[in-house]
């Protein structure tokens, strides 16, 4: 009764742990595919601002948006 009862209690455990991990590496490949923002959307939003950006600015700005993942 009592190994019944661990079991369960360990199967559910380990079901959680691969599971994490296998959501981790879906959502990692996802967001390698269809990233949250690119140069495009950086320059329609500076746009919407009111200020048209330079390339360099964009690069500069794609380069800090990498370092913050």
């Known amino acids: 009764m009592i190994q019944d009862i661990l079991l369960v209690l360990l199967g559910i455990v380990i079901g ?5 991990f296998l959501c981790k590496i879906y959502m990692q490949k996802y967001l390698k595919k269809n990233p949250p923002i690119n140069e495009k959307m ?6 919407g601002m009111g200020r048209k950006p330079s390339q360099k600015q964009v690069k500069q700005l794609m ?5 913050m993942k």
Do not use: D, Y
């Open 42 to 47: 950086i320059e329609t939003l500076m746009s």
């Open 16 to 20: 959680a742990i691969a599971g994490f």
């Open 63 to 67: 380069q800090q948006m990498n370092k």
